[in-house]
Each structure stands twice: as structure tokens, then as C-alpha cells.
């Protein structure tokens, strides 16, 4: 990625500088029932593959050998979620270090079209007592304001887990941020809406293999 660079020291991941255009959506294959409804590739599906599977090697150095509880954020995080926890495993597979996993899904939902709205509703969390006394990775897919991490991790954290980790796979950079970087991020991005590998605008563009930028018509079309 050529306006791409490393962020200094490995939670701030990959920082994709203000000024990044993106790739040509003529590289790529993508589905065309959004042919018109996007204005770039912002990060290939093999870059956040490569960029997952460095991310499963710094949570086995640093977890390796500890019980721990993944709590993955539907529905963005899933796919993330899934590839992060299928590289954690190919890594067991091959070290002396395992990771015992269990995976609970959660579900968290602030949007509207492509507005966050200060209604977060959190399903699947009712009751997380399981969580008492356990290593806890909470799997996001964005972070952005901060404010809803925020307000997850303090319904976490009443469970009274022995410790809390949280992978982001992309971190943006919007204005009166309050949010702490995550403890394994995968790319830190401009303030940009971002749709595609389960990322959505009122759910669609999940599909996508890509991270993509939407465009000013799909918005439109897919608005409610």
C-alpha cells in the first residue's frame, strides 16, 4: 500500500495516511450487484489476511499457554473474528504454545446509515457471569468514537474477568476521539465509511471480500 506506513510500535498497526486514494476498483473482482456503489478498495482481502495472521502471532506470544474466552462483536466482527481465531489454532497446531478458546458472540448496534447514534443496544450480553475470573479477547471490527468500546468494556468488566484484551482490526481517526487504542490493532484509517469482509451500511456490503470505501450514490440507494 504506497501511502500506507507502520505506526510506531505494534498496537498502532498499519497507518493509512489522510491521503491514500485507495486502489482502482478495475483491479478487483467484487460483486457487481455494487457495481456504481463504491469509490475504491481501500485494503485487498490478502493484505488483511497477512495483517491477521501477525496479529495471531503477537496474541500467542503474548497469551500463549492462558485459558481464554474470545468475545466476538457481531456483526461486523465476525468475519475477523473467525479468521483471527482460525490462524490462533493453525498456530497451536505448530508451537509447543496453545491457546484454549472459547468463542460468545455479542451484539452491539449504534448506526444509522452511516451515522453513529448514542442508542447502543448490546445482545447476547445479558449475563457474561461465565466471564468471572477468565482471560477475556473481545474481537472488534472498527473503533471508532471510542464511546461504545467504552461502554462495553464497563459492562465487561462487572463480571469481574482476570483480564481483558481487545483486537481491533481497524482503528479511525475521528474528531474528540475518547477511545484508547486497542491492545492489537490491525490498521488505523482516515475518517472514512467503510463497508465490505462483513463490514456493512444497513446491511449491505458483508459480502464483500474487500474493505472499500462507499460511494456518495450507494449511500443513497441502500439510505432508509
Given at each position: 500500500?504506497a501511502?500506507?506506513?507502520?505506526?510506531s510500535?505494534?498496537?498502532?498497526?498499519?497507518?493509512?495516511?489522510?491521503?491514500?486514494?485507495?486502489?482502482?476498483?478495475?483491479?478487483?473482482?467484487?460483486?457487481?450487484?455494487?457495481?456504481?456503489?463504491?469509490?475504491?478498495?481501500?485494503?485487498?482481502?490478502?493484505?488483511?489476511?497477512?495483517?491477521?495472521?501477525?496479529?495471531?502471532?503477537?496474541?500467542?506470544?503474548?497469551?500463549?499457554?492462558?485459558?481464554?474466552?474470545?468475545?466476538?462483536?457481531?456483526?461486523?466482527?465476525?468475519?475477523?473474528?473467525?479468521?483471527?481465531?482460525d490462524?490462533?489454532?493453525?498456530?497451536?497446531?505448530?508451537?509447543?504454545?496453545?491457546?484454549?478458546?472459547?468463542?460468545?458472540?455479542?451484539?452491539?448496534?449504534?448506526?444509522?446509515?452511516?451515522?453513529?447514534?448514542?442508542?447502543?443496544?448490546?445482545?447476547?450480553?445479558?449475563?457474561?457471569?461465565?466471564?468471572?475470573?477468565?482471560?477475556?479477547?473481545?474481537?472488534?471490527?472498527?473503533?471508532g468514537?471510542?464511546?461504545?468500546?467504552?461502554?462495553?468494556?464497563?459492562?465487561?468488566?462487572?463480571?469481574?474477568?482476570?483480564?481483558?484484551?481487545?483486537?481491533?482490526?481497524?482503528?479511525?481517526?475521528?474528531?474528540?476521539?475518547?477511545?484508547?487504542?486497542?491492545?492489537?490493532?490491525?490498521f488505523?484509517?482516515?475518517?472514512?465509511?467503510?463497508?465490505?469482509?462483513?463490514?456493512?451500511?444497513?446491511?449491505y456490503?458483508?459480502?464483500?471480500?474487500?474493505?472499500?470505501?462507499?460511494?456518495e450514490?450507494?449511500?443513497?440507494?441502500?439510505?432508509?
Open positions: 500500500m501511502d500506507a506506513e507502520a505506526g510500535g505494534k498496537r498502532h498497526g498499519i497507518v493509512i495516511r489522510d491521503e491514500w486514494p485507495g486502489y482502482s476498483l478495475e483491479l478487483f473482482s467484487y460483486p457487481t450487484h455494487y457495481c456504481g456503489d463504491l469509490e475504491c478498495v481501500y485494503i485487498p482481502h490478502g493484505v488483511i489476511m497477512d495483517r491477521t495472521e501477525r496479529l495471531a502471532r503477537n496474541i500467542m506470544d503474548d497469551l500463549g499457554d492462558h485459558d481464554i474466552v474470545v468475545l466476538c462483536v457481531l456483526k461486523g466482527g465476525y468475519q475477523f473474528c473467525a479468521d483471527l481465531v490462524r490462533i489454532k493453525a498456530l497451536s497446531r505448530n508451537s509447543n504454545r496453545t491457546i484454549p478458546m472459547r468463542v460468545h458472540f455479542i451484539r452491539l448496534k449504534s448506526y444509522l446509515n452511516d451515522q453513529s447514534t448514542e442508542d447502543l443496544q448490546i445482545v447476547g450480553a445479558e449475563d457474561l457471569s461465565f466471564l468471572n475470573g477468565k482471560n477475556v479477547l473481545i474481537v472488534e471490527a472498527i473503533v468514537t471510542g464511546k461504545t468500546m467504552k461502554r462495553l468494556l464497563e459492562h465487561v468488566e462487572a463480571f469481574r474477568p482476570k483480564m481483558i484484551k481487545v483486537a481491533g482490526l481497524l482503528v479511525k481517526r475521528v474528531p474528540h476521539s475518547s477511545a484508547s487504542l486497542p491492545d492489537y490493532v490491525g488505523e484509517i482516515p475518517n472514512r465509511f467503510v463497508v465490505g469482509y462483513a463490514l456493512d451500511y444497513n446491511e456490503f458483508r459480502d464483500l471480500d474487500h474493505i472499500c470505501v462507499i460511494s450514490s450507494g449511500k443513497t440507494k441502500y439510505k432508509i
